[in-house]
């Protein structure tokens, strides 16, 4: 079995997840032993939250899970790539379809350009 090197980063390591069909990078999080056992136990992503330090199940307060179709390791065991299925559409807790829907141009001004596809308000009570 695949031993990944959580030495570093103080136990976390950074998992890139990434749409399975599109290619397109969704977000960007944190695993540690835990999130990374969990993961491949129920093919579905668990992350840590290093700003409510506890173990989270991607979409468990939305419902947009996502499905692992695929895991990839880099060559110093210490970043993982999930390639998933992203149930619901929305990936980022802001509402859009990735984490990554702000475009900065080189006037460094902002632009949207992700696709919105729920309230959060809504969603999560807020």
Request: hydrophobic share 35%.
């Amino acid at each position: 079995m695949l031993r990944l090197d959580f030495s570093k980063g103080n136990g976390l390591l950074p998992a890139i997840v990434q749409d399975y069909k599109t290619g397109k990078v969704l977000m960007l999080a944190y695993i540690n032993e835990e999130a990374w056992k969990k993961s491949l136990e129920t093919g579905e992503t668990h992350f840590w939250s290093r700003s409510r330090n506890e173990l989270w199940h991607k979409g468990e307060s939305s419902g947009n899970v996502q499905k692992i179709k695929a895991v990839f390791v880099d060559c110093d065991n210490d970043t993982v790539l999930f390639q998933v299925e992203q149930i619901g559409g929305a990936a980022c807790h802001m509402g859009y379809d990735t984490c990554f829907y702000r475009k900065v141009n080189q006037d460094g001004t902002v632009e949207i350009v992700g696709k919105k596809i729920f309230d959060p308000e809504e969603v999560y009570k807020k």
